[in-house]
């Protein structure tokens, strides 16, 4: 993927979260104010009038279980993607090490000075390193967060320069860490693609040599969680999204469900699953990539590791022909080269699904 036109981007300052907390706690710098339609409700998370995302449990699709076990978590999968996007996985097979490990690193990073995590920038124009990804003009409202963000495989797609020599523990974590993920991207596709009625590696197959990328995201307390967002609504470009949202992190993550903004409560070692734009284009929009964006805690940080998995950067995407039917089901998106679709959402500011009109065929 080609690097972005650096010279035609002027971001402005853009201030370092943490810091800004350390320095004015109470102060909010005009940037971060969203107009009054954008910003963050927040939601109690005592509230018992939301509805929660489905939680599927892998244990019970492994051999050990029967066969009718089986066939009522891939349909609970199935309804899970059509009707969320979102899901929670619990017994999933990696183990509370690896995870635990991946967080400590990832909150040792964050709490380093910053003059340690500008060694590793994210230039204006890229999507690796540490800094505020999806900026592209001066006036452009920020996010709550500070993020650090890297290509993890194929190693084609690293910045080696980027993987930082402190933590001294974070890239041999990062490594074990992505490479138990990878393996439960696999998992899932292989779970959706019987799901959808199809052969269990269609997707494997289709996918060649998988983009894998993680994004840390770190959102510290704010003084007026009201005024501000963490993240700003968006679909995910990807084909599966894995978060994990760290033990002492705050609730903050919410999907639009049927013009509501629902809050995903964590559950003990789950992991929180969601089909991204890849997946939505695949099967011609039976299972959904959905917007959602994440709010800030008052009194309480949050702390979320990201994984993007994605077709190789070389496979060409349209509506898989199985969920297609000239008749009933038309093709509602064209055919492109995942590559150009991942240029085109890091060089677009992050706007609800409007990166998918990319995709779309407009009748
Ligand atoms: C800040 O970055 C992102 O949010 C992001 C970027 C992912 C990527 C890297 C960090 C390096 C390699 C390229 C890639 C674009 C995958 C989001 O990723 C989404 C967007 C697309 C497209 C995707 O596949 O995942
Ligand atoms: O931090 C979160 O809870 C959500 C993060 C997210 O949506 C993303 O990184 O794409
Ligand atoms: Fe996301």
Redesign the pocket.
């Known amino acids: 993927?080609a690097p972005l036109p650096i010279s035609s981007i002027r971001v402005g300052k853009i201030e370092d979260v943490q810091e800004l907390i350390k320095s004015k706690p109470n102060k909010v710098p005009e940037r971060f104010i969203r107009d009054a339609n954008e910003r963050g409700v927040l939601v109690s998370p005592k509230t018992h009038l939301h509805q929660h995302i489905p939680v599927i449990d892998l244990s019970k699709l492994s051999k050990a279980h029967t066969h009718d076990d089986f066939l009522f978590e891939i349909l609970k999968l199935s309804q899970a993607c059509e009707a969320w996007g979102f899901f929670q996985v619990i017994n999933h097979g990696i183990e509370v090490d690896v995870v635990d490990d991946m967080e400590k690193v990832a909150k040792e990073f964050f709490e380093m000075p910053l003059e340690e995590k500008k060694k590793y920038p994210?230039e204006p124009g890229t999507?690796?390193g540490y800094g505020q990804?999806?900026i592209f003009s001066e006036d452009q409202k920020l996010d709550w967060c500070n993020?650090f963000?890297?290509?993890v495989h194929p190693p084609s797609?690293r910045n080696p320069k980027l993987w930082p020599s402190k933590p001294v523990r974070f890239s041999e974590s990062l490594e074990g860490y992505s490479k138990d993920i990878r393996t439960l991207c696999k998992r899932l596709l292989n779970y959706i693609a019987i799901s959808l009625g199809l052969k269990e590696e269609r997707f494997e197959v289709m996918f060649g040599e998988a983009?894998?990328?993680?994004?840390m995201n770190f959102y510290p307390p704010c003084s007026s969680p009201d005024l501000v967002l963490g993240l700003s609504p968006h679909s995910?470009?990807?084909?599966l999204?894995v978060l994990q949202q760290s033990k002492d992190s705050c609730v903050g993550l919410q999907i639009l469900k049927d013009n509501t903004w629902v809050p995903v409560l964590p559950l003990p070692n789950a992991l929180v699953i969601n089909i991204?734009?890849?997946v939505e284009v695949l099967t011609n929009g039976k299972y959904k990539s959905v917007e959602h964006r994440v709010v800030t805690n008052r009194e309480r940080e949050r702390l979320t590791i990201?994984t993007?998995?994605?077709p190789n950067y070389e496979v060409e995407i349209e509506p898989m022909g199985e969920l297609v039917d000239e008749e009933t089901n038309p093709c509602k998106y064209r055919s492109y080269n995942?590559g150009d679709?991942?240029y085109h959402?890091?060089s677009n500011k992050l706007q609800g699904k409007k990166s998918l009109d990319f995709a779309k065929i407009l009748n």
């Open positions: 993927m994210m999507v690796q990804a999806f993020m963000a890297l290509g797609i983009v894998q990328a993680v994004r995910d470009g990807s084909a999204t991204g734009d890849t990201v993007f998995y994605a995942h679709y991942s959402y890091v």
